[in-house]
């Protein structure tokens, strides 16, 4: 087993870090857990912090002009270009991802190609930005030009601390009063006001495509901004701030200028403040919680809380989420600002109703309720809404497995483990202030939700099949609930996994006593575009 000051040693090396910081990043990761983490937990959670594997090899760069098909690579550049991830379906009918990025390094340029898993760097670097690539490849690209592709064995970093001199890039950005038709490579920085959601529309040869729209506006003026296709699925509200890249001017009706972002653009939601006077907002009326969908402003709805997450605080201040119900349908409240204050006044079984919200779409593409600084919530003495009991009841169902249904919500199943998915890592981290996943940028963790670096909070994933007399379902449960079916805490675990080295020893150890264990589930149903198949997500180990 590898000593960890040996350890220690090999991560300053390779990030340029003293050992004392790397031992004060350590105690701080063992004093987030009360001292539950050993040296080698804590060792591990560094290293995959800063993105460093823990076994040994020295990184020998390749500069651009240098590289050759058919080689393997490690490289270091300046992000030049970057262009965003597009989806693709394979021969063999299976889903990929892609994205690209021109390379610039003081021999010349290369494009990096990356796929699947990687592809999600291209959401997190910003033009001007050093990357480092370990176990890429060289290929030749359909013009005769050398790619490098950054494929699952590949690791990227992004601004490593390392002693290479790289040219300079400042990335040039404009202003709506600078913008002039026939202008490309336009950067701009602006303000969404009415915003119009994506509609399909069919193309002089046959396919189909997409388009959004909205007024853009900055300091300097307004102008039209078309969204294309995948740039037209970016989740935009009216009032979002948007940095656009890479897009380009070109004359619409009436030869008025249009901003166009298509599939080499990228809009990418910032909360950059530009100063800007507040926008008004449309009062669409009052909606029970079934008729909410994504991207409306102004509305009013009710409901009881069945659970309440105390407010907490992220780069942009402090928010604090509610789960109610109106006992036809159940949604989430996120509390912003100073109304996430609310939340410590609130408790489960309360009426609230909440005026002049606006709605947005989560991960799962599910509408979320928001309450800003012009939305307003409220105890409702006098509802008419059904009691707690009546509610809760209306809302459990118990159910066979073979009759599990995707969307499915507030479902239990009974059955037992048949398998454990021991092919996946058991350890994921997530934003302290937002709860969601965050990006490993190679020297901290970038959080997309509340775009800023934070600190990562570890957490365990845990995936299963459970089986009844009628059937079997994969489920997934994670925190908490992973903790509860695996019987160790997420602190054991990356104690084992800096111990062994081993990401999956966790699993290897505890899969004799889980499989065959009887277990009581209560979640929802979602339906997985990779495996073709129904998931029951874990709300609770019951």
Known sequence: MTDVNHLIKKISTETGKTQKEIEEMMDKRKDATHGLLSDYGAVYAVAKELNIPLKEGKIILNEIKDIKPQKPVNVYGRAKVIYPLKEFKRKDGSQGKMASIILLDKTGEIRLLLWDKNSRIAEQVQIGDSILVRNGYGKEGLDGSVEVHASSLTTISLNPNLDVKLPPLKEKKQEIKDLSDGLSSVNLLCRVSNYYPPTEFVRSDGSTGKRASFVGEDKTGTIRVVLWDSSAETDLSTGDTVKLENAYIRKGLNDELELQAGNRSRVILTKNDLDLPPLKEETVGELKITEIKPDISGFTTEGRILQVFQPRSFSGGNMASLIISDGEGTIRVVLWGE????????????????????????????????????????????????????VENSLVNKKDIIDLEGRDRYVRIKGRIVHIDDEKRIIYYTCQSCGRSVQNTGLGWYCESCNDDVEPVPNLVLSFTVEDETGSIKAISFKENAEKVLGMDVEEVMNLIGKTQDEFAPLKEMEKTIVDQEISLRGRVRYSDFSDQLEFIVDDVV
């Open 339 to 390: 109304k996430s204050e609310i939340a410590n006044e609130l408790k489960k079984g309360d009426a609230v109703k909440i005026r002049n919200a606006y709605s947005k779409a989560n991960l799962n593409d599910e509408p979320e309720v928001h309450v800003g600084n012009y939305g307003n919530l409220t105890m409702n003495q006098e509802t008419e809404l059904p009691s707690m009991e009546e």
